[in-house]
Every structure is written in C-alpha cells, then in structure tokens.
C-alpha cells in the first residue's frame, strides 16, 4: 500500500524536481508551451495505458466528486509539499511557472514571460502578467509584493517552509531571514520581480520557481494570521486559481470550505480571468469526500457517476478494472522507482563484491509481483526511471549490461561467484555480522522485505527483521545514519522534476549526507561519483545533461550501491462519465482544472 | 388410620429417571394416603425416593423425563395423568409445597412481599393491594415481627428462621388443603427448629390443613407427625402410627434407625449402633428384599422375594413389608428395646431358617 | 450511595490525569515520528526542526508542557489545538460525538435485543437444532473480524457497489437532524456489523447463566407456586441478567471511545476515526484529546454500572 505519507518525503522531491526542470528547461528547449507537448521521452511497457483519453478538450459545467481516504497535511501554499495536497493546491493557487498535466516543459502562470538570468548567473527578472485578482473577500489585483510575500512568510517560523533552504538560500539575506523583508528580493514595480543571489545559482534558482511558495499571498491580509503559532493563514486562505476553497465573507475557509476529516470544498473564484490562464477550468465545483478505506472506495468510484478517487488504487481494484473498466483507469508512468538500500558505509556490504552478490540473488520480479504485477511496475535495472530525461542513455529497460543486472529472477550461481570472490569459497556468508532488515509493517512493503529478508538468509547472512510502521521506518531507522541499518528493502523516491539530478543526487551524493532525515540511506560515498555530479549538475543544456547523468547512472550500478527493482506506475480510476486528465507530474493524479464531466 | 376418605391417595407410585448409566428407579411402588387434617410423616434416608415421591405429586418431575405410572388420588383426580394446565392451578393453591433451604429457595432478586403477592396473583383474581393485605396478614400468622415493615424487605435481611416461616406464608396464601414441607427443618438450628415445628403444628390446628413432612430426622416426626410412613430404596417398608411406631417397631430398618438415635432416657452405657453399610444404588438395587445386605436378621431366601406391605396380626393400621415371621420380630424387638446389640438379639431369638 | 459516587467520581478524575500523563509521555518520549520532523520536510535541516519545535511548544521540558496542558485541560476545558488544521479539539471532537453515539446506542440496542433474546431461547431448548445453529453461528459472528464483515456486508448490500442494492453504502451517513430516514437507513449496516460480535458474545453468556439459574432452587419454589412457565422463566432472566448488565454497560463505555474499524469501512465521521487519523499523522493534541474522551467513558461507564448493579442486586451494598 503506498501511503502518500511515504510518497511526501519523496514527492517533496518530485515536485522540486519537476519544477526545477521544468521551469529551468525552459530557456533551452524554446518550443512553445503547446498543450500535448511532453518533451521527455515516454517509455511504454507493455500493459501499460497513459492517459483515459488524451485530449484536454471537455464540456464545461458540473460538479465532481472526490473519494478521498486520507486527509490533507498542508493546504497553505508556503508549506504544501504532498502529492495529495497539490491536487487542491494547483487547482487554487497560481505560482509564478506551472506545469500542464501531460508536460513537465514548465509554462509562465503568474509570470508573462521566461525568467531572464543574467549573464553571471547572479539576477533573475521575471515580469508578471496583468489582469490577474485574488480571490474574495481581497479582490485586488496581484502584484510583485505578492510574490515576494509569498515568498518571505516562508522563512517565518511560524510557516515554516520545508524546502525554503534548499532552493532559497542562495537569495541574498535569506539564510538569516524570519519572516520580514528580505534584502535579495526587489519589486521595481507592481509587475517586475528581481531576485539578487549570493552565488551564480541563478539557473537552478530559477527553475525552483515553480515551486507553489511562489504563488502569490497579500501582505495586508495573511500578516495578521502568520502571526499565530503556527500560522493560520490556511483556514483563510485567498485564491488566485479558477477555483478556491469555500470561504465566508470573512475570508474564513476551515469549517466552510475545508472541514478537517470531513469534506473540502472548490468553488469557482469569481475573479478569475481566464484569458489570464492556460487552465480551462470545465468543472463548476469539486466536492471532496474524506474518509473511508481505499478498497471500497475503488469500487465506489468504478460503479458511480461524477466521482473519483485520487489516491493510490488497491491492488484488486487495478486488476479489476483492467479486466473490466478499462476506460475508467489511468496508469501513469513515470510515479517513481523503488530500491533496496545497502548500507555502503559499514560491513559487510561496505564490499562491492557482497553487494554484487545481493543484487544478483534478489528476485526482482517477485517483488513486482507483490506491488501489483505487470499493470503497475516494471522490473527496474537502474535508477533513473521512463519519462525522466537520461533514462535512455543509462540504458534504457534492459539497463546497464553486468552480469549481476541481467536476471530479473534472480540468479544463485551469478551470487555464488560473487560471494566467492568476496572470500567466502563455500558461496555462503560466514561472518559474524547480523544483518539488520528494517521494512514497513503495512502491504506490499511487508512481504517485500520478507522475500528481501529470506534472499539474504539463503546466502548465509544472519538477520534481524524488523516491521514498523512506514514512517517510523523512514524516521527513526533508515534515514538515520547514526542507526546503522545495513538494508532497507522498501524505500522509494520520485524526482523532484523531470532532470535526472533530483533522481541521482540528493540519493546517492556523498555530500548529501545528513544527521537526521538522511535521504542517502545507504551512506554511498564514491569520491569519483561526487565529483561527477557536481560537475554534472553546472552542465546546461539538455542533452548534455542527459548524456552526463546517463552515464552517472551506469557507474552507480557498476557500483551496486543499491539494488533498484521497481519502476512505479501510478493507477487512478475515474467514474465513467467523468473525462479524467492526469497530472503526468505529480504523480498521475487527477488535475482538477482539466477534468470535465462527459 | 382413620377410614374417613383420604384427602391424597397413593396408590402403586413408580419414578424412574433414564440416566447415563442406567434408570434410577427413584420411586419403587408405593402406596400411602393422607387424612384431612392430619399430619403424616416420611421418612427416610437421602435416595430414598421420599422427596421425589412428593415432587411427583405435584407434576414437578415431569419436565425431567421422568417416567411415572400409578396413581395420585386428589378430591378425586389423578394427579399423574392431569393435563399441565390443571395440575398448575392446583400448585400452589390446593397443594403447596415448602423446600430446605429458604435462602436459596426465594428468589434473592424480588421482596419478599413481591414473592408472596405473586403467589397469590397466580390463582386468584385479586388486586395489588388486596393481595399485599393478605402477604401482610399471613407474615404476622406466621409469626413474623412487624409484618408491614418486612413485607418489603428481601430475603437476606431475614434470619434463617424467619425466611422459612416466610416461605410457610408464602405457601398458605392460598388456603392450601395440603402442605408438603420437604426437610423443613433441616437447614435450621435445633431452637428454630423447635419453633418452625410449634408453628407448623398451630397453623394445622387453625387451618384445618393436611400436611406431608418429609424429613431424615425421627425426632422431627416424633413431634408432629401423626402417622408415619418409613421409606427406603424407593419403597415404603412401614407405616402407623406415630405411636405405634415407636412403641412396637416391626421393620429391622426402623429397629436400627431407632437404635441409632440417643436417647435422654436410656442407659448411660448403652452404645449407639448405627446401621451397618450404605443405601444401595438406585439403578441396580438388590434384589428380592432391597434391605437384605445391610439387614442384620436376613435369610437367604430375603434376597428373592419381594416383601409386600402387610397389616401385622392385631394392629390393622400398622402395616410393614418384612419376611421374618410377626412373632421372631417381636421376640426381637423385645430383645433390642432391653439394650441388646443385633447380633444378641439374633443369637438369643434364633431365626428359623438361620445357620445356628 | 451518593457519597460512594461522589468518590467514584473523584477518582476518576485523578484517573484522568494519569492517564493524561501516559499518553503525554508514551507520544513524546517512546520512538515514533517527532511532529516537527513530520512537517520539516524531507530534508530537514536541525534549525528548521527546532523553529517548528518552538511553534508547536515542544521545546519546553516535559513535565512543563504536561502542567500546562493539565492546567488547560481542567481548568479551561481547553484540549488544545490541531497541529495541522488548528482547530480547536474540543470542537473537533465534540463535533464527532453525535455519529459515534448513533453508532454506538443503536449498537448497542440492537445487540442487547438480539443477543438476549437468542440467548434466552437457546437456553430454554438446550441441545435443540435451534440451540446448536445459533450458538453455531454465534460463534462464527464472535470469529470473524469487524472490518472484514462490514466489507463483505457492502459488496453484498450496498446500494452503490453491492450485489443486491439495498442499504446506502459507504459515507452515506448524515445527521439524525439533517434526514432522519437518511441517517436510520445508513446506519443499519455499520450497527449490524458493530453489534454482530457482541450479541454473539452476550447470547452466549445469557445462555450459560440463564441455564444456570434455572437450575437454582428458587426456580423450582416458583414453579411449586403454580406460576405459568413464562413467569417462572422471567424470574430465571432477572437472575441471570446481572453479570450481563456488567458487561454492557463496560463495552458501551468503550465503544463511546469511538469504533474505529466501523467507522473507517462506513466512513462515519466519529471520534474513532478522528483518533485513528491523528495517531497516523502524530497530531498530538488530537490523540491526547481523543484518548481523554475514551478514557472519560469507560471511567464513567465503570462507575454507572457499579452503581446499577447495586439496584440490581439487592445483596451488594456499597458503604
């Protein structure tokens, strides 16, 4: 089961990662942001199905309902950063780059134009559009002070942004900043925005534009409620969307337009200018249903009219609807690939031999069977996944051509030699060392780590298998270095935006290592890797990349520093009057600016 | 007994149960009668079918799959064939019937004034307060202090003897023409028991009512039955008077019984002797005289032949089920009441027929 | 008695606080997820966690935190607010209450009714085909798990997705004040599913101790009374009832706490559901308010049932 808990830490990156290349990319490519273009090439494995119907056309008017299990985290868009809540988040808010559903070529939403970056990397000037008004009870038109309130309040403690460092921190006076104004980020005038950095990361800086901390909020208005800890601004939040969430004339949304554990609710913003906005916005009003289990609202979903789910789809209800409603279900390429961690750093596998021999024996098929088969996961032979730019050039499906790499089943004899050339001649491990297996207690991920489990005991390791539940294992065991685990059979990770760098770095750079929240599980360390990625990463240019990365991408697997066995697709089901477009970039979920009722 | 038309008449009453292990026969066909007025005594020890007799009576071992044949004469009906529905409204109304233990035999969960009302309700048409005049009336019959206080008060406030007096008012609510007491007294200690006697021999007095007492205790008869009836092993072996009884025993089972019990007035040195062995079982009795194995005075040919109750010549009354000829158990008799053990009687008598 | 429940009532408040303070340091001191962590984000850098720390108060020692919480609790009846939506949880709950208690007294009337009446009949006709099935049958209802049972129950019955659309299915419910008939007819199924286990367990109970009390002397009393047979067995149920009222009353009590795996599969928005959803996202002010309501109950429903089983049986008596 993949709870969007565990998609959160991952999809953080996704979507950074989707915005970066995405809105970096843009000064490149130079084609238009024509509504079908998807520059990234999409592999299509066989079974596979891309989008219900794949036109973005639709018959306006309506009400959609949405089935939906889990609550939102965050719907404040200084905070947001769960696949989940940009369904509501991108549908009501507009950040200044956005993308369209079947794209991750970014397009200017607030903005009017490309972002222009100075020749020593140094400024960013976007110029914004005109015409464009908050909604009710603000009403006035949005600004560049927008923009750079949207983006202060996310240093306020109080908002307390996640990724604001990360992307941010190069702005002059942003490390030290709290909330108040902050020196890097100008506004000449009403609808001009310069950002004055510290370091020549305008490039980067720019692509992490279209991240929703930048969609515009008014001063006057939210400073009153990012007062409070934590802020409340969420519960009276303004839209500049085609919808927003139902408020009073007060401006008030919690208990109106969003009831915790109970409903959301879109409505059209009525000041919405739609000649301002590449969304149609067919639907009149998206009514969100929360609670329930995923198993009966599948059902729900595949037998009613004008609803849909928009979370991931239980194993039975997939099959189900493959066998039977073949129409109704979307599966998205390109929701991720998932790995087995060895920890590079401590024994045993701090030998490449031992890890090679692993990586032989795993069954990766049988993994992919437990997720859900064919219909939802390819066998993964390396780390960047279809539709993420260099997946070819690393290989493409058959992957990176070493003998440990070519059996999909698993292979005993292949882990034999391996183990033999690590020093253990009987072909079973005799050391001392117990290995310690932290996996989730929840479905799939269980027996996932079982069979990872009973792979490891059949080549003589001794092990300690531990189950708990999906965030504990990320947050108390696998991204805590200090814990030494050694495997970790069930992380996943989705880029951040379609550049492979949010793939390979953040997870196997040997400078990203952290104390806490570490998201380089297994410690890799390769002096020559680090010093290819960071050279890597000042590359401009696509193909560059591509080539760069791809290559990046092979030596981690010559490597073994970890053993790849999925990539993801995503299942989404629709009722079948409903004309459901998916957000190829945010994890094939329905876009609710783009559906329409049949 | 007198030869006025007896109010109960018993006549052949068989019970057996099916069991696991074979049929008991609780009841072996017996026959006794109850007089207007008077008292008559059983009894016995346990298993020997004296309360299952008097269960019988009023219907209640039919729900056990008991298989009864007979016949229980009441003003003129036979109880044993009596549809459910009509031998209910006698229960408790014409027949009534008192058990052991008063504390388990009331309901703890109702007052005690509930219990009797309902008693009441049961048979006759009359209303609450009417019905509560007649529990209040009946508590203070029966001797209870302070009847109007207590009528509402539960069964564990009262003491061991005031819950049995209750249940004897409980029992009388209705006018009963008979009262069964089942071991009235048996649960009690021996100054309530005097009193429970005392009352139960007033109330018989001014009620004109028959009553049954079914007991263990000789000494409990002795006080207020007027007849006797002595069962053992599901059959009755004597009945007479409670007089005659004590006076001329005939039945060695009776001779032992007597003999077992101290006595204020009999030598200082005289030994009590008990009863040799133990009552036999009730699905493979012995056969022929069930009292032979444990009968001192036995012949051989005891153990073949069934003995049926027979009057003894000169008492017509008196009637006892024994073998052994009128005149040896005289002789014996003489020879036990002087003091003599069993076997001195037996050694100075001489049974014909016995090994010298 | 009305001082022994004014004691009662005043250990349960010191109850409460214990329990308070167990649940304080089972979420803050045992190893699972540091909210702060949760919402810092996947790449958490030690200064954002402890800005997010001071935020939401965790900074602060312990027993601090505790006192003023303790403080809140019972002097303001202020539990706190919602890390995530900042709702106050008092609303939050006490919004919930009204769906719970549908499902829970509804339950529980059904149980009651069906459990004793089953039971009754069983023990009256022991060993009968009748006896056998139900106990049978019982015993599969005691087995089976409460979600798998309200899953089978709408694939077969509910008017959306089931085989034979009957019932409204999932997240049909709505308050008896908004549609009186609506609410009846979507409760009917999660009420069968909470109360199957339970009148199976209760019918089972009645069984033995109504049997048992038949045995008992004062039965055989009423029947020499001349009692027709169905006074005769209400005497035997008012005996047998007592250890039966015991426990209802202590599973009400907890299932007031909130019937998490009924309200999840349903999708009733009770307190259970409120609870189970907060413990998932560690929102603590929630779980701690949720888990003082469910300790709040059962401590009431001890006390209740106490107190009742002194008017049920004259015998006890509490000085």
Same mark, same amino acid.
């Not at chain 1, 509501?88 to 607030?110: G, H, K, M, W």
């Not at chain 1, 490039?203 to 409620?225: D, H, M, R, S, W």
């Not at chain 2, 346990?46 to 056990?64: N, W, Y």
């Given at each position: 089961?993949?709870?969007?808990?565990?998609?959160?830490?991952?999809?953080?990156?996704?979507?950074?990662?989707?915005?970066?290349?995405?809105?970096?990319?843009?000064?490149?490519?130079?084609?238009?942001?024509?509504?079908?273009?998807?520059?990234?090439?999409?592999?299509?494995?066989?079974?596979?199905?891309?989008?219900?119907?794949?036109?973005?056309?639709?018959?306006?008017?309506?009400?959609?309902?949405?089935?939906?299990?889990?609550?939102?985290?965050?719907?404040?868009?200084?905070?947001?950063?769960?696949?989940?809540?940009?369904?509501?988040?991108?549908?009501?808010?507009?950040?200044?780059?956005?993308?369209?559903?079947?794209?991750?070529?970014?397009?200017?939403?607030?903005?009017?134009?490309?972002?222009?970056?100075?020749?020593?990397?140094?400024?960013?000037?976007?110029?914004?559009?005109?015409?464009?008004?908050?909604?009710?009870?603000?009403?006035?038109?949005?600004?560049?002070?927008?923009?750079?309130?949207?983006?202060?309040?996310?240093?306020?403690?109080?908002?307390?942004?996640?990724?604001?460092?990360?992307?941010?921190?190069?702005?002059?006076?942003?490390?030290?900043?709290?909330?108040?104004?902050?020196?890097?980020?100008?506004?000449?005038?009403?609808?001009?925005?310069?950002?004055?950095?510290?370091?020549?990361?305008?490039?980067?800086?720019?692509?992490?534009?279209?991240?929703?901390?930048?969609?515009?909020?008014?001063?006057?208005?939210?400073?009153?409620?990012?007062?409070?800890?934590?802020?409340?601004?969420?519960?009276?939040?303004?839209?500049?969307?085609?919808?927003?969430?139902?408020?009073?004339?007060?401006?008030?949304?919690?208990?109106?337009?969003?009831?915790?554990?109970?409903?959301?609710?879109?409505?059209?913003?009525?000041?919405?200018?739609?000649?301002?906005?590449?969304?149609?916005?067919?639907?009149?009003?998206? !009514?969100?249903?929360?609670?329930?289990?995923?198993?009966?609202?599948?059902?729900?979903?595949?037998?009613?009219?004008?609803?849909?789910?928009?979370?991931?789809?239980?194993?039975?209800?997939?099959?189900?609807?493959?066998?039977?409603?073949?129409?109704?279900?979307?599966?998205?390429?390109?929701?991720?690939?998932?790995?087995?961690?060895?920890?590079?750093?401590?024994?045993?596998?701090?030998?490449?031999?031992?890890?090679?021999?692993?990586?032989?024996?795993?069954?990766?098929?049988?993994?992919?069977?437990?997720?859900?088969?064919?219909?939802?996961?390819?066998?993964?032979?390396?780390?960047?996944?279809?539709?993420?730019?260099?997946?070819?050039?690393?290989?493409?499906?058959?992957?990176?051509?070493?003998?440990?790499?070519?059996?999909?089943?698993?292979?005993?004899?292949?882990?034999?030699?391996?183990?033999?050339?690590?020093?253990?001649?009987?072909?079973?491990?005799?050391?001392?060392?117990?290995?310690?297996?932290?996996?989730?207690?929840?479905?799939?991920?269980?027996?996932?780590?079982?069979?990872?489990?009973?792979?490891?005991?059949?080549?003589?390791?001794?092990?300690?298998?531990?189950?708990?539940?999906?965030?504990?294992?990320?947050?108390?065991?696998?991204?805590?270095?200090?814990?030494?685990?050694?495997?970790?059979?069930?992380?996943?990770?989705?880029?951040?935006?379609?550049?492979?760098?949010?793939?390979?770095?953040?997870?196997?750079?040997?400078?990203?290592?952290?104390?806490?929240?570490?998201?380089?599980?297994?410690?890799?360390?390769?002096?020559?890797?680090?010093?290819?990625?960071?050279?890597?990463?000042?590359?401009?240019?696509?193909?560059?990349?591509?080539?760069?990365?791809? !290559?990046?991408?092979?030596?981690?697997?010559?490597?073994?520093?970890?053993?790849?066995?999925?990539?993801?697709?995503?299942?989404?089901?629709?009722?079948?009057?409903?004309?459901?477009?998916?957000?190829?970039?945010?994890?094939?979920?329905?876009?609710?600016?783009?559906?329409?009722?049949? | 007994?007198?030869?006025?038309?007896?109010?109960?008449?018993?006549?052949?009453?068989?019970?057996?149960?099916?069991?696991?292990?074979?049929?008991?026969?609780?009841?072996?066909?017996?026959?006794?009668?109850?007089?207007?007025?008077?008292?008559?005594?059983?009894?016995?020890?346990?298993?020997?079918?004296?309360?299952?007799?008097?269960?019988?009576?009023?219907?209640?071992?039919?729900?056990?799959?008991?298989?009864?044949?007979?016949?229980?004469?009441?003003?003129?009906?036979?109880?044993?064939?009596?549809?459910?529905?009509?031998?209910?409204?006698?229960?408790?109304?014409?027949?009534?019937?008192?058990?052991?233990?008063?504390?388990?035999?009331?309901?703890?969960?109702?007052?005690?004034?509930?219990?009797?009302?309902?008693?009441?309700?049961?048979?006759?048409?009359?209303?609450?307060?009417?019905?509560?005049?007649?529990?209040?009336?009946?508590?203070?019959?029966?001797?209870?202090?302070?009847?109007?206080?207590?009528?509402?008060?539960?069964?564990?406030?009262?003491?061991?003897?005031?819950?049995?007096?209750?249940?004897?008012?409980?029992?009388?609510?209705?006018?009963?023409?008979?009262?069964?007491?089942?071991?009235?007294?048996?649960?009690?200690?021996?100054?309530?028991?005097?009193?429970?006697?005392?009352?139960?021999?007033?109330?018989?007095?001014?009620?004109?009512?028959?009553?049954?007492?079914?007991?263990?205790?000789?000494?409990?008869?002795?006080?207020?039955?007027?007849?006797?009836?002595?069962?053992?092993?599901?059959?009755?072996?004597?009945?007479?008077?409670?007089?005659?009884?004590?006076?001329?025993?005939?039945?060695?089972?009776?001779?032992?019984?007597?003999?077992?019990?101290?006595?204020?007035?009999?030598?200082?040195?005289?030994?009590?002797?008990?009863?040799?062995?133990?009552?036999?079982?009730?699905?493979?009795?012995?056969?022929?005289?069930?009292?032979?194995?444990?009968?001192?005075?036995?012949?051989?040919?005891?153990?073949?032949?069934?003995?049926?109750?027979?009057?003894?010549?000169?008492?017509?009354?008196?009637?006892?089920?024994?073998?052994?000829?009128?005149?040896?158990?005289?002789?014996?008799?003489?020879?036990?009441?002087?003091?003599?053990?069993?076997?001195?009687?037996?050694?100075?008598?001489?049974?014909?027929?016995?090994?010298? | 008695?009305?001082?022994?429940?004014?004691?009662?009532?005043?250990?349960?408040?010191?109850?409460?606080?214990?329990?308070?303070?167990?649940?304080?340091?089972?979420?803050?001191?045992?190893?699972?997820?540091?909210?702060?962590?949760?919402?810092?984000?996947?790449?958490?850098?030690?200064?954002?966690?402890?800005?997010?720390?001071?935020?939401?108060?965790?900074?602060?020692?312990?027993?601090?935190?505790?006192?003023?919480?303790?403080?809140?609790?019972?002097?303001?009846?202020?539990?706190?607010?919602?890390?995530?939506?900042?709702?106050?949880?008092?609303?939050?709950?006490?919004?919930?209450?009204?769906?719970?208690?549908?499902?829970?007294?509804?339950?529980?009337?059904?149980?009651?009714?069906?459990?004793?009446?089953?039971?009754?009949?069983?023990?009256?006709?022991?060993?009968?085909?009748?006896?056998?099935?139900?106990?049978?049958?019982?015993?599969?209802?005691?087995?089976?798990?409460?979600?798998?049972?309200?899953?089978?129950?709408?694939?077969?019955?509910?008017?959306?997705?089931?085989?034979?659309?009957?019932?409204?299915?999932?997240?049909?419910?709505?308050?008896?004040?908004?549609?009186?008939?609506?609410?009846?007819?979507?409760?009917?199924?999660?009420?069968?599913?909470?109360?199957?286990?339970?009148?199976?367990?209760?019918?089972?109970?009645?069984?033995?101790?109504?049997?048992?009390?038949?045995?008992?002397?004062?039965?055989?009393?009423?029947?020499?009374?001349?009692?027709?047979?169905?006074?005769?067995?209400?005497?035997?149920?008012?005996?047998?009832?007592?250890?039966?009222?015991?426990?209802?009353?202590?599973?009400?009590?907890?299932?007031?706490?909130?019937?998490?795996?009924?309200?999840?599969?349903?999708?009733?928005?009770?307190?259970?559901?409120?609870?189970?959803?907060?413990?998932?996202?560690?929102?603590?002010?929630?779980?701690?308010?949720?888990?003082?309501?469910?300790?709040?109950?059962?401590?009431?429903?001890?006390?209740?049932?106490?107190?009742?089983?002194?008017?049920?049986?004259?015998?006890?008596?509490?000085?």
């Amino acid at each position: 089961m993949r709870s969007t808990r565990v998609m959160l830490f991952a999809v953080v990156g996704v979507l950074t990662a989707l915005v970066l290349a995405a809105c970096g990319s843009s000064s490149e490519s130079g084609s238009s942001s024509s509504a079908t273009g998807n520059g990234a090439s999409v592999v299509t494995p066989a079974g596979y199905q891309s989008s219900v119907d794949e036109s973005l056309s639709g018959k306006r008017g309506g009400t959609l309902e949405v089935l939906q299990e889990a609550d939102f985290e965050h719907l404040d868009p200084g905070v947001t950063y769960f696949a989940l809540d940009y369904t509501v988040v991108f549908a009501t808010q507009r950040p200044l780059y956005s993308n369209e559903p079947n794209s991750n070529e970014p397009i200017p939403d607030i903005a009017a134009g490309k972002p222009e970056v100075s020749a020593d990397n140094k400024t960013i000037t976007v110029h914004l559009k005109e015409g464009i008004h908050f909604s009710p009870p603000v009403n006035r038109e949005v600004v560049a002070q927008d923009v750079a309130y949207a983006i202060e309040r996310g240093a306020n403690p109080n908002v307390a942004n996640p990724y604001i460092q990360t992307y941010f921190s190069s702005i002059e006076g942003m490390p030290k900043a709290e909330g108040g104004p902050i020196k890097g980020i100008e506004t000449p005038n009403k609808h001009e925005i310069v950002f004055h950095l510290t370091e020549p990361k305008g490039f980067f800086v720019a692509e992490a534009l279209c991240l929703p901390l930048t969609a515009a909020v008014p001063k006057e208005y939210a400073e009153k409620f990012d007062k409070s800890k934590p802020s409340a601004y969420t519960n009276y939040q303004v839209a500049t969307g085609p919808y927003m969430l139902k408020n009073n004339a007060e401006g008030k949304v919690l208990g109106i337009g969003y009831v915790p554990g109970k409903s959301a609710t879109l409505v059209r913003n009525p000041n919405w200018n739609a000649k301002t906005d590449f969304r149609p916005a067919y639907l009149n009003e998206i !009514k969100i249903h929360l609670g329930g289990t995923q198993a009966v609202i599948d059902r729900q979903v595949l037998e009613g009219k004008s609803v849909v789910q928009n979370e991931p789809v239980v194993q039975s209800a997939v099959k189900l609807a493959a066998e039977h409603y073949k129409s109704q279900l979307d599966l998205s390429p390109g929701a991720g690939n998932r790995y087995i961690t060895l920890n590079n750093k401590v024994p045993p596998f701090n030998n490449l031999d031992l890890r090679k021999a692993v990586y032989a024996a795993v069954d990766r098929a049988a993994l992919d069977r437990e997720r859900g088969g064919t219909l939802v996961t390819n066998v993964a032979t390396h780390f960047i996944y279809p539709t993420i730019p260099g997946f070819e050039q690393s290989g493409g499906l058959a992957g990176p051509k070493v003998d440990y790499n070519e059996h999909p089943e698993g292979n005993m004899a292949v882990a034999e030699k391996y183990m033999k050339l690590a020093g253990y001649p009987s072909g079973k491990y005799t050391g001392t060392k117990t290995v310690q297996v932290v996996g989730a207690s929840s479905a799939p991920e269980k027996e996932d780590a079982e069979i990872v489990n009973q792979t490891l005991k059949n080549l003589g390791f001794n092990t300690k298998l531990t189950l708990v539940e999906i965030s504990t294992m990320y947050a108390k065991y696998c991204d805590a270095p200090k814990e030494e685990i050694e495997v970790c059979p069930t992380v996943g990770w989705i880029a951040d935006f379609a550049d492979p760098q949010t793939v390979l770095k953040p997870t196997f750079d040997g400078n990203s290592i952290v104390s806490t929240g570490n998201v380089n599980q297994g410690q890799v360390n390769i002096p020559k890797i680090n010093e290819a990625m960071a050279a890597a990463e000042l590359i401009k240019g696509k193909e560059e990349r591509e080539k760069a990365w791809g !290559k990046i991408d092979e030596e981690l697997i010559e490597n073994a520093v970890a053993i790849p066995y999925d990539w993801e697709k995503s299942p989404r089901l629709a009722a079948s009057n409903v004309h459901g477009v998916a957000m190829l970039w945010n994890e094939g979920s329905w876009d609710y600016s783009f559906t329409s009722l049949k | 007994m007198s030869a006025a038309e007896p109010l109960l008449r018993v006549e052949d009453l068989r019970v057996e149960f099916p069991s696991e292990d074979g049929i008991v026969h609780a009841v072996d066909g017996i026959t006794y009668q109850v007089q207007k007025g008077r008292t008559l005594g059983i009894v016995g020890e346990s298993g020997s079918g004296k309360t299952v007799s008097s269960l019988t009576t009023l219907g209640l071992t039919r729900r056990e799959g008991a298989r009864i044949s007979g016949r229980i004469l009441f003003e003129g009906q036979d109880l044993v064939t009596l549809p459910e529905e009509q031998l209910r409204a006698i229960r408790g109304n014409d027949i009534a019937m008192i058990f052991q233990d008063p504390l388990s035999s009331l309901h703890p969960l109702y007052r005690v004034g509930a219990q009797l009302v309902e008693a009441v309700r049961a048979h006759r048409e009359v209303s609450k307060a009417q019905a509560r005049a007649r529990a209040i009336e009946l508590l203070g019959l029966v001797g209870i202090p302070d009847p109007a206080r207590r009528v509402d008060e539960y069964p564990h406030e009262f003491s061991g003897g005031m819950r049995q007096r209750a249940m004897i008012a409980m029992a009388l609510m209705n006018d009963p023409k008979l009262l069964i007491a089942d071991e009235p007294t048996t649960a009690l200690d021996v100054t309530v028991q005097a009193q429970i006697l005392a009352l139960m021999e007033r109330l018989q007095r001014e009620l004109g009512m028959a009553i049954v007492i079914i007991t263990h205790d000789l000494g409990v008869v002795a006080e207020v039955a007027d007849d006797i009836a002595v069962m053992y092993a599901g059959r009755i072996v004597e009945t007479s008077s409670t007089g005659q009884l004590f006076a001329a025993p005939e039945h060695p089972y009776t001779w032992g019984l007597l003999k077992s019990i101290p006595r204020l007035d009999g030598p200082r040195e005289e030994e009590l002797v008990p009863i040799p062995g133990t009552p036999p079982s009730l699905i493979n009795r012995p056969s022929g005289c069930h009292f032979h194995p444990r009968c001192p005075y036995a012949q051989p040919d005891h153990a073949r032949i069934d003995p049926l109750l027979a009057p003894v010549p000169g008492a017509p009354n008196h009637h006892v089920a024994c073998l052994l000829e009128a005149e040896v158990r005289e002789r014996l008799w003489a020879e036990l009441a002087a003091g003599a053990t069993p076997e001195q009687a037996l050694a100075e008598v001489g049974v014909p027929g016995a090994p010298a | 008695m009305i001082r022994y429940i004014i004691r009662r009532l005043l250990w349960g408040v010191l109850l409460l606080i214990i329990v308070a303070g167990l649940v304080f340091v089972l979420f803050r001191v045992l190893p699972t997820t540091n909210p702060a962590v949760l919402r810092a984000g996947r790449d958490p850098q030690p200064k954002l966690i402890k800005e997010i720390e001071v935020v939401l108060g965790l900074n602060k020692s312990l027993p601090t935190q505790f006192w003023d919480y303790l403080k809140e609790v019972f002097l303001h009846f202020n539990l706190g607010y919602s890390y995530y939506s900042q709702e106050s949880v008092r609303s939050l709950i006490v919004e919930r209450l009204p769906a719970t208690l549908s499902l829970t007294l509804g339950a529980a009337v059904l149980w009651v009714l069906g459990g004793l009446s089953v039971g009754i009949i069983s023990a009256l006709r022991r060993h009968s085909l009748l006896d056998r099935g139900a106990m049978g049958s019982a015993l599969v209802l005691i087995s089976v798990p409460e979600f798998w049972l309200g899953l089978v129950l709408l694939f077969l019955f509910a008017s959306d997705i089931g085989k034979f659309k009957i019932f409204p299915g999932a997240g049909s419910y709505v308050p008896l004040t908004t549609d009186p008939w609506k609410w009846f007819t979507s409760l009917i199924m999660p009420w069968f599913v909470l109360a199957a286990g339970s009148a199976a367990i209760f019918a089972r109970l009645m069984r033995s101790s109504l049997s048992e009390a038949m045995k008992e002397d004062y039965i055989r009393t009423a029947r020499a009374k001349g009692l027709p047979e169905k006074a005769v067995v209400r005497q035997g149920v008012r005996a047998a009832i007592n250890p039966i009222v015991t426990l209802f009353g202590l599973e009400v009590g907890v299932l007031l706490g909130g019937a998490i795996l009924v309200e999840t599969v349903f999708n009733i928005p009770g307190v259970g559901r409120l609870a189970y959803q907060s413990i998932q996202s560690s929102d603590f002010p929630v779980v701690q308010g949720t888990v003082l309501l469910a300790s709040m109950f059962i401590i009431l429903a001890n006390i209740v049932v106490d107190v009742a089983y002194a008017y049920l049986d004259p015998r006890v008596r509490y000085s």
